[in-house]
Every structure is written in C-alpha cells, then in structure tokens.
C-alpha cells in the first residue's frame, strides 16, 4: 500500500535515519497546536518537557523506550519535582510517544507501558457565602474602570467560567432575555452557562455607561476592555481579583480560578447535581468535577466540629 494513503500518515524519516530534534519539537509544536488545540501556555509546558527528555537522550529519539522514560521520570522524583509535575509529564510523554508512533518515527509506541503518575490534587481555597458577598458588594464609583471591574467580578462568580473564557466573551455571547452567556471553552466546546440578575444588572451598567467610553477602532466586539480599548487579558483580570480581594479583611487572597472554585462549592452546597455543576463548567470528565464535593464536606466537617458540643 502506498504509504501517502495509508490512513492519511504522513510519510516521515525512519528512526535509524537520525531525526534532527528541533525537527522533531516543530513537528510536535504544530501538532499540538492545530490538531489537539492545546491552550498556548500548555503548548509551551508540553514543549518544554519534550526538549528536556531529549536532552537527557542526547537528541536520539530512537532511544525513547520504557526502560528511559522511566529512567528519565525517576530522576525527577529523585531530584524532589512535585507530584504535579511528574503527572504532567508522564501525560506530555504520553502524548509525544503516540505521535511519534503515528508518524513511523517510532517502531512501537512506549508511552503505552508508562504508568500515570497520580497527581495529589489540594482541595481548592474558596470564599464562604458571606466573603463573596463582602467582596461583590464593596464600595464603588461611576467611573469605567469601577463598572468594568463589578461586571467581570459579578460574571466570574455567577458562572465559573474561566479567566481565558472570559477574556474571549463578545458583547452578543451575552443573552439578556434568557441570562445566559455562550462560552467558547477548551478544545472549542461551545456551552451556554446562566447567571443571575446582580450579574446582569453589572454588565448593563458597562455595557451602557463604561464600555462606550474605552471604545476605540480596533475594540472589535470585545464585552471586556482594557483601558486602551483593546480586549482585556488574563493578567489584567487577575490584578482585579487580588486587588477586590485585598480590599476585604479576612478573605484570603485567590485569584480568577478561586472564583471558579467559589462557584462550584456554592452552587453544590445550595443543591446542585454533580453532572449539571460538570456541564456548567465545561470538565470534560466528572472526576474533575468531584474535588468540589470533597471541598464541601471539608467544609461540613469544619462546621460540625465548631457547633457540635460532642464533635
């Protein structure tokens, strides 16, 4: 059969052939960004860890097997890397050894025998109802920065999207009839996540009276600004959140993913199903989903033992 048409594989250099590896890291670079789609900062995390397994084989991809990449994964345990990232990268490896099998650039695929490294997760910090609360409702003014910051704040704590996903909202992802935003979340699943009537209520307020004030030529359809009129970004939400944070005594400092977080455990304690929180948040899998129920009985247990006479 002719290779070209063998499954639609991409006919590549055999391994004895010596694959030059900054050949091998544009290749797998490409791949993980128009095939698997991956976010930029994953890209650069997967590429990174990629090159260093390809330094510790002296670029000699023919020499990826079982017995080096544990070889390799050991030395980093040894070395005290956290289990969080030896996870990652057994996943990354992972990854990179069935695109190289697919490719013919390896013979069989060794990331197959590599066991997933399990990942200890820490239960996420939240804000209790009243913090929230204490935060959304801290002082404001009129001015565009102030009616830009309640909204983002309003809608990262009534939806629990993600700072990325919010950044990339348009002003007609917004539904005011049905309260509900279209969120283009990862790998381009497209959901459609309510919010309430405080949200709704910040965002006409910068969408009427902010908005049009930042609005510049190249401001495009983007819902949140920045002050120079271009759509906002991740570091700039961020700042907001620490700095609303900072602003009330006893809260914790967090930053956009502890609202998330927030969202999850509030929504769970106030009756919410498991699944409908998963699809709320756009997992792709409910095990990600399930730390929030271990959130909310840390937090049951911390109540029960302060209330309890017997505890």
């Not at 052939?17 to 900062?41: C, M, N, T, W």
């Not at 809608?155 to 990325?164: D, P």
């Not at 959901?191 to 965002?203: E, T």
């Amino acid at each position: 059969m002719d290779e070209s048409t063998d499954h639609g594989r991409v006919p590549s250099v055999s391994p004895a052939e010596g694959i030059p590896a900054a050949e091998v890291l544009a290749e797998f670079a490409k791949y993980l960004q128009f095939e698997r789609d991956l976010s930029p900062h994953t890209q650069r995390a997967y590429l990174s860890d990629i090159a260093a397994l390809l330094e510790h084989l002296d670029s000699r991809l023919e020499a990826i097997d079982i017995a080096a990449l544990r070889e390799w994964l050991a030395e980093q345990h040894a070395e005290g890397k956290a289990r969080a990232t030896l996870a990652r990268r057994t996943a990354c490896v992972r990854t990179f050894t069935a695109y190289c099998h697919r490719r013919g650039w390896l013979p069989d695929d060794p990331g197959l025998l590599l066991s997933s490294a399990k990942s200890h997760r820490p239960l996420p910090s939240v804000l209790d109802q009243g913090q929230a609360q204490a935060v959304l409702d801290a002082p404001l003014t009129a001015e565009p920065k102030d009616l830009r910051d309640q909204a983002l704040l309003e809608l990262l704590y009534a939806t629990g999207v993600r700072v990325s996903e919010l950044c990339a909202l348009d002003v007609d992802d917004v539904d005011r009839d049905r309260h509900v935003i279209r969120v283009l979340g990862k790998g381009r699943k497209e959901r459609s996540v309510p919010f309430g009537l405080p949200a709704l209520q910040a965002l006409d307020r910068w969408c009427v009276h902010g908005r049009p004030l930042w609005i510049r030529d190249g401001s495009g359809p983007a819902l949140f600004l920045g002050v120079r009129g271009g759509r906002i970004d991740a570091g700039t939400v961020r700042r907001v959140v620490h700095a609303r944070l900072a602003q009330v005594e006893g809260v914790s400092d967090m930053g956009p993913h502890g609202l998330r977080h927030t969202a999850a455990t509030h929504l769970l304690e106030g009756g919410a199903d498991l699944r409908s929180v998963q699809e709320l948040l756009g997992h792709a899998s409910l095990n990600t989903t399930q730390i929030y129920t271990h959130v909310s009985i840390e937090r049951l247990r911390s109540a029960y033992r302060q209330a309890h006479p017997r505890a």
